[in-house]
């Protein structure tokens, strides 16, 4: 009796063995689109188990792929006729509409549709059903009797994928809106779903509908996650001094973190919009109790002031720093504070040795190796800016050792072959470059790569290195903020070394500089030297998007921005910068969804 219990269990296994192998086949001809043969092996699993809803309805697609459209129909008609499927109904419905029987196939859909009215929780499923065969009207009808049926239940996302596919844009957002009222923990993922169809352009017809939609809500049901959807719909469109506002009236709702505050004042400040963070950052400093918090929009804010000081507001910075200093203390907790007026005092006031004694100093504080190592790499950096690169070689090294495989210690690797770049030590630099290569931060892998590019690409060009010495002399005033000797040198190396390799590098390098000193038709210029004369180099893509930038944002030109950002998008889609490319072309060119 028990050696037959065996035997069963064995024939149980090898059978479910076999027939997940078949399966598997069958699955593998399908995907091929060799559908007579998965046919075969579909048919012969439909006879073991000829209640499987899988092999059926695998079997009806193979037949209309086959256009055996007789063949559907006979083995669906069979199955509804010992159970009235509503998937099964709907596959017939389709089948129907395939041979073009219009009137057949809606009442058919009618009838699964009218199926739900006694058995509600079957709405999802045959509206999945519909969904496979791109059926989105009957889809949306269903759902929609579902939101009266099963209010419970909320098919208000559903919807709204629907509407996203279909293009109606306003009802889409409709439905998303309606489920974020059902439920508001939800936001983010709608933030993520709509990303999509709104743009920079506030006068988008999209970003309107949305705009509107929000600002009706707020007015007839003011909660907390309106104003949170409002303030990143202004984001969106860069109008940080209207997110702020959104961001105020939710602080006063729930005043516990001052943390959306400090991210929209940061966002605002890296794109620029340098009153907004100094008023956010104000405001700040006006509710806040916290010092570390306090201490941290202090610092903002200077670093906003330094920009574009004069001699007499750089002195007033400076007495702004010293008084911080003294009011928060020399501590590890306020290193963040020493750093920032170590890099002012080096790098904007000049004063290099107050710098470096003032920075010492903080070394002698109980600090940890990482607080440690980024006192060091920035003493190093001002080693660098008074191109003392033996002394600033040893710091960065010493952070290597001390921190192995961390992030600052890959940054540490990178200036030391920036350095040894500078020095004209190319090989040396070439080496560390290598190794950087596989960074774990793609920043500094990216910057490692461009920098190994410049150099193997011109190391060879004469035996002296004159133009590549140049170059990174160049490069080397820049970092210490000698703009116009960095412009000056570029011209030599256009001068001496015209057609060279390095041309190109030194055309964009300058262009930069230009874009930084606002000569914008100086810049421009370069940049279309590039494209009439390099079109075929390394730095195409970066001269189209920056050209383009150029145009969009400062010199007027939308139109020809337009035609260089659609260059990239046709040109160039393997390029870091296709994705922006492809969002200014549509917002230039008008388009409803971004």
Avoid: C
Avoid at 205 to 222: A, S, V
Avoid at 464 to 486: G, I, M, P, S
Wanted: glycine fraction near 2%; charged fraction near 30%.
């Amino acid at each position: 009796m028990q050696q037959r219990f065996f035997i069963i269990i064995i024939l149980v296994f090898s059978y479910s063995g076999f027939a997940q192998n078949s399966e598997a086949q069958a699955d593998s001809y399908y995907k091929k689109a060799e559908f007579k043969k998965a046919e075969l092996i579909y048919k012969n699993l439909l006879r073991e188990k000829p209640h499987s809803y899988n092999y059926i309805l695998k079997l009806v697609d193979i037949y209309q792929q086959l256009e055996q459209y007789d063949d559907a129909e006979a083995l669906l008609k069979q199955r509804l006729s010992i159970n009235r499927s509503p998937e099964f109904t709907v596959a017939l419905g389709y089948n129907f509409q395939l041979k073009d029987s219009i009137a057949t196939a809606n009442k058919l859909y009618d009838e699964a549709i009218a199926f739900v009215d006694h058995k509600p929780n079957f709405i999802y499923i045959i509206a999945k059903k519909f969904e496979d065969y791109s059926l989105s009207e009957q889809a949306i009808r269903l759902y929609e009797k579902g939101k009266v049926l099963s209010p419970e239940k909320n098919f208000s996302i559903q919807l709204a994928r629907i509407y996203g596919d279909q293009g109606d844009i306003e009802k889409m957002f409709l439905n998303y809106i309606d489920y974020i009222a059902y439920k508001p923990n939800y936001l983010n993922n709608i933030k993520r779903f709509i990303s999509d169809f709104v743009s920079e352009d506030k006068d988008n017809i999209n970003n309107t509908y949305l705009r509107r939609l929000l600002l009706k809500k707020i007015q007839q049901n003011p909660e907390t996650y309106w104003y949170d959807m409002l303030s990143w719909l202004y984001v969106q469109e860069k109008a940080y001094n209207k997110s702020f506002i959104q961001e105020k009236a939710l602080y006063k709702r729930n005043p516990e973190s001052l943390d959306r505050l400090i991210e929209l004042a940061v966002t605002a400040q890296q794109d620029d919009d340098d009153d907004t963070a100094k008023s956010i950052f104000n405001y700040i400093l006006e509710v806040t109790q916290d010092r570390s918090t306090a201490l941290t929009a202090h610092q903002y804010i200077l670093e906003i002031d330094t920009k574009n000081a004069d001699a007499k507001t750089l002195q007033q910075i400076d007495e702004k720093y010293n008084s911080l200093l003294n009011e928060f203390g020399k501590s590890k907790l306020t290193l963040s504070l020493q750093l920032a007026y170590g890099k002012f005092l080096a790098f904007n006031q000049k004063d290099t040795e107050t710098a470096t004694t003032f920075l010492k100093q903080s070394l002698s504080l109980q600090l940890s190796k990482f607080q440690e190592a980024n006192v060091k790499l920035l003493l190093a950096d001002i080693l660098v800016l008074q191109e003392k690169f033996n002394e600033a070689l040893i710091f960065y090294s010493q952070i290597q050792a001390n921190l192995k495989n961390s992030i600052i210690a890959q940054e540490a690797r990178f200036k030391v072959a920036k350095t040894s770049y500078y020095k004209g030590d190319f090989e040396w630099a070439e080496s560390q470059l290598n190794i950087l290569k596989s960074s774990t931060s793609q920043l500094i892998a990216n910057d490692a790569l461009d920098l190994k590019l410049l150099i193997s690409d011109n190391k060879h060009e004469d035996s002296t290195q004159t133009a590549l010495k140049h170059y990174a002399k160049a490069d080397l005033f820049a970092f210490q903020n000698k703009t116009e000797e960095a412009i000056s040198l570029l011209d030599r190396i256009l001068e001496e070394h015209k057609g060279e390799s390095i041309t190109d590098q030194a055309l964009f390098q300058q262009a930069k500089l230009y874009e930084k000193r606002k000569q914008y038709v100086k810049a421009e210029a370069n940049y279309q030297d590039i494209i009439k004369d390099y079109s075929e180099d390394i730095l195409i893509d970066d001269t189209l998007y920056y050209l383009a930038e150029l145009y969009n944002n400062y010199l007027a030109k939308p139109e020809e921005a337009k035609l260089l950002y659609e260059k990239i998008i046709f040109d160039h889609q393997d390029s870091i910068y296709f994705i922006e490319a492809r969002k200014k072309f549509r917002m230039l060119r008008g388009d409803s969804i971004n």
